[in-house]
């Protein structure tokens, strides 16, 4: 007995997530082509979780971490973010 079900099954997405996606679009369309290469460079590995090392403790520990080129695109677009929404100002 087989408990998996054969059939060729494409799922639509979800009201919210196609909502999602448009206020995304809307929101950052500049930056739709860094967005593209954080979530692909995140797909594009096929590494399972358990395989994967620890997340860095510090900022240090991430300079010497085999991911930390994404790290740092990821904190670099975190930045941007809110450096965009005006959620702190910047005193010298």
Not at 23 to 42: C, E, M, R, T, W
Request: charged residues 20%; proline residues 8%.
């Amino acid at each position: 007995m087989r408990n998996v079900v054969e059939c060729s099954h494409n799922r639509k997405p979800s009201a919210r997530a196609q909502g999602y996606v448009a206020a995304l679009v809307h929101a950052h369309s500049d930056k739709i082509p860094q967005f593209y290469v954080a979530f692909s460079a995140g797909i594009s590995q096929s590494s399972h979780r358990d395989q994967l090392p620890p997340p860095p403790a510090s900022w240090h520990a991430l300079m010497k971490h085999p991911h930390a080129k994404g790290f740092r695109s990821a904190a670099r677009l975190e930045y941007e973010a809110l450096k965009s929404k005006g959620t702190f100002k910047i005193i010298q």
